[in-house]
């Protein structure tokens, strides 16, 4: 693990990849991904339907969202496409800089 770049308590980079935390379920186990692990990322607009309104989980199986008791309060999810059925997805405190910090590292659209 490389200096912290971004930790908002649920998610945190550093120089060489991406922390999820509380992701895995039923034991809230992190996620650690390396930028060189990501196709791609992709920015959206989160509304009720599409990941506001939960907690943990996913009502879609091709995303995971990781447990974040404060996303309701939040507009914009990440999907991090690692080349799998299932895309990881976060609803970080700060998502301007998180998009700032991950241009250059990986793609974004």
């Known amino acids: 693990m490389g200096d912290v770049l971004y930790d908002d308590g649920g998610l945190m980079l550093d120089r060489d990849g991406l922390t999820i935390r509380r992701y895995y379920f039923?034991?809230?186990?992190?996620?650690?991904?390396?930028?060189?692990?990501?196709?791609?990322?992709?920015?959206?607009?989160?509304?009720?339907?599409?990941?506001?309104?939960?907690?943990?989980?996913?009502?879609?199986?091709?995303?995971?969202?990781p447990l974040d008791l404060r996303r309701w309060r939040k507009d914009t999810l990440l999907l991090f496409d690692l080349g799998r059925r299932v895309k990881p997805c976060v609803s970080p405190d700060d998502p301007q800089q998180v998009i700032q910090l991950l241009r250059g590292r990986v793609p974004i659209d």
């Open 26 to 65: 039923p034991w809230a186990g992190p996620k650690c991904i390396a930028y060189t692990q990501v196709r791609r990322a992709e920015v959206r607009a989160m509304g009720w339907l599409t990941g506001k309104g939960r907690g943990w989980g996913t009502a879609d199986f091709g995303y995971w969202l």
